[in-house]
């Protein structure tokens, strides 16, 4: 059954200290919902809580703190048990925890690589497998996934990060149909570049993508609030031009997509060697 409204909701979010999982914690505790940030900083958790506080001070929902790894299964199951103390439910899972690093694939190192999957794949999958035998019983929930464009495209430098993205839109996608009938949605989003602390990262991989932010996190957290209550399975958001136009041409002609995009990398990197 989708979710009416978000009062006495019990909302778990990971990477809940920053970004779009702050973002969205934010504005789902000033729709009187119980928040149980996750993240693995535990500072940040500590600025993120009182942030919220302050953000809407005369809201009553809880708002609980848990440091966890989301790579690690029994940390993730200790998540999942507190979120069951507020109130014995849990009504929404946000999985935002993720990192994106870039590169050309020849300089990522299989530990890299594996960590990265490890994060933003595996940790949507544990909190998955942790939160669904109570959202069975109660015959209700809602999952939301943060995936990116990056998971419906193909972005050069990101080949990595495609994969873990790739991965959590697959998951979901098969997820929602194994959940047919069950009263469990979930809602997989497909952000362009937002403006958080991720695309300021200062190495040399991701000076050289290209970054241009069009959406804040507040945007994209109000975007996810609204398509929860609509029980939307795709929340694609994509305001650059070039983004939105390769988005429709992959639908069409995923091999002409490839293609136009491979061939602008290729320019590009043409005109800063000067060759
Ligand atoms: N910023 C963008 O342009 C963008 C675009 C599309 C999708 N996304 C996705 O949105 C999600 C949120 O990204 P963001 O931009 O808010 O980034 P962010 O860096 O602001 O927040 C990510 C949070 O995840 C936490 N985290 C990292 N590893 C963790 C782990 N092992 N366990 C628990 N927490 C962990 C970090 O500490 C951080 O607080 C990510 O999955 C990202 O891939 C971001």
């Known amino acids: 059954m989708t979710l009416k409204n978000f009062n006495e909701a019990v909302a778990v979010i990971t990477g809940g200290a920053s970004g779009i999982g702050l973002a969205t914690a934010k504005a789902l505790r000033t729709q009187g919902a119980h928040v149980v940030l ?28 848990v440091m966890t790894d989301v790579t690690n299964e029994s940390q993730v199951n200790a998540l999942m048990q507190r979120a069951l103390e507020i109130s014995g439910r849990t009504d929404l899972v946000v999985t935002s925890a993720g990192v994106g690093h870039g590169g050309t694939i ?22 998955v497998r942790s939160a669904l035998p109570a959202m069975r019983r109660q015959q209700r929930g809602h999952f939301v996934f943060l995936s990116s464009v990056a998971g419906k495209l193909a972005s ?17 996608s098969a997820l929602r149909a194994e959940l047919y009938g069950t009263g469990i949605g979930a809602t997989t989003v497909y952000p362009a570049w937002v403006d958080t602390p991720m695309i300021h990262q200062e190495t040399e991989a991701m000076q050289s993508l290209n970054i241009v932010a069009m959406l804040t996190p507040e945007q994209v957290a109000n975007e996810i609030l609204n398509a929860v209550l609509e029980d939307r399975s795709d929340l694609t958001l994509a305001p650059n031009p070039d983004i939105a136009l390769i988005i429709q041409i992959m639908k069409d ?22 060759h």
């Not at 900083?41 to 600025?47: A, H």
């Not at 430098?157 to 790739?166: F, R």
């Not at 995923?254 to 602008?264: R, Y």
Request: contains cysteine.
């Open 106 to 127: 020849d300089l990522f190192s299989g530990a890299e690589m594996q960590s990265m999957m490890n994060i933003n794949f595996m940790g949507t999958y544990h909190c």
């Open 38 to 65: 996750a993240d693995i900083n535990s500072n940040g958790l500590r600025q993120a809580e009182q942030q919220i506080r302050e953000y809407a001070p005369s809201q009553k929902g809880q708002i609980v703190t």
């Open 156 to 172: 050069p430098l990101l080949s990595g990060y495609c994969a873990t993205k790739w991965a959590v839109r697959g998951f979901s």
């Open 253 to 274: 002609n995923p091999d002409k997509a490839e293609q136009l995009v491979g061939e602008s990398y290729m320019r590009r990197g043409q005109q800063q060697t000067g």
